[in-house]
């Protein structure tokens, strides 16, 4: 009757607490399955109330007390909600046939470096009564690091630091593929772990001859010179900056410029515009959240926004020259 009880509790617990879809897994090939991780939405199976949409709030805080009755109903003096939470984490890695089990957490908008906040459930950083013997930080490091392939390019990060963009494969994949061309110089000014830098070296036929690599969070900086090495990229073909982009960034030398940057990269145009080679111009890949009501006009508007900058930047280089 004791277990028919907790199944029942189970089935009343809310969708945002426990999730009928599948677990999202990440990492990982056929050949070494176990090195990939298993992410847990940021509010399910969780305690916590922090990150409740507003339009969310009541079913969210009427499962957290649905979950934690159900815990209670669990737990007895020799074991405690951390104990058996620990077994839960080591329970879905097993089923997922991981080793590592990652919480996900939102990623704010707002953050200048949209650094990671996920945090790692399992293996556990601590002694526990279920896993007596602590992770040594070190190791718990590695657990830390995950490897995705696409299109036979690696991208490896450190999952509680760093992001990882799973949406826009084909756009990552059409960029290195047929955008960039041979001998191209490329400026990259959001280039996180590697997202569109990486194409650019290793797909298609287009050998682009260089690429400015730019990012001011340090994690995703570390993460892509590991990503060079690790894809066996020759490291005179790219230079890679920790910093602000529009400080970093050449001027008038590079071909083609990617702005992956959501939801909008409008900050980076004009040091975008200024980077490119003179006379001739370039490329610029501008990425946007638009609604798709207003995408034409944002687009007019977005022409007519950079024709403003080249004519500010045609009357600034006018000024040089008369100064000289």
Partial sequence: RALLRILIDIQALPNC???????????GSS?????????????????????????????????????????????SDSCTVDVVLSRLWHNIAVLHNVKRVIRRYEINPESPIRQSTNILLYPPASPSPSSPVSVPSEQQSDDQWITVTEHGIHYSYNVTQSMFICGNVTEKARF????????????DMYAGIGYYTLPALLLGNAKVKFVYACDWNEHAIQA?????????IDPARILIQCGDSRILA??????????????????????AVRALRRPMGGMLHIHANVPTVERDDWAAWMVQSLLILV?????????????A
């Fill in 311 to 323: 004519k500010d930047l045609e009357f600034e280089d006018d000024n040089k020259r008369t100064a």
């Fill in 31 to 75: 050949s070494s399955a176990r090195s990939g991780v298993v992410m847990v939405p940021h509010a399910a199976l969780n305690l916590e109330d922090t990150y409740i949409p507003a339009k969310t709030a009541g079913d969210r805080n009427r499962g957290i007390e649905l979950f934690r009755k159900l815990l209670n109903r669990i737990i």
């Fill in 176 to 187: 290195g593929q047929q955008c960039c061309q041979p001998n191209e110089v490329i400026l």
């Fill in 250 to 271: 050449p001027i008038g030398c590079v071909d083609r410029v990617s702005l992956g940057l959501l939801p909008s990269s409008e900050g980076g145009w004009y040091t």
């Fill in 17 to 27: 607490i426990c999730p009928t879809k599948p677990l999202e897994r990440l990492g």
């Fill in 224 to 232: 892509l010179r590991r990503n060079i090495t690790l894809n066996k």
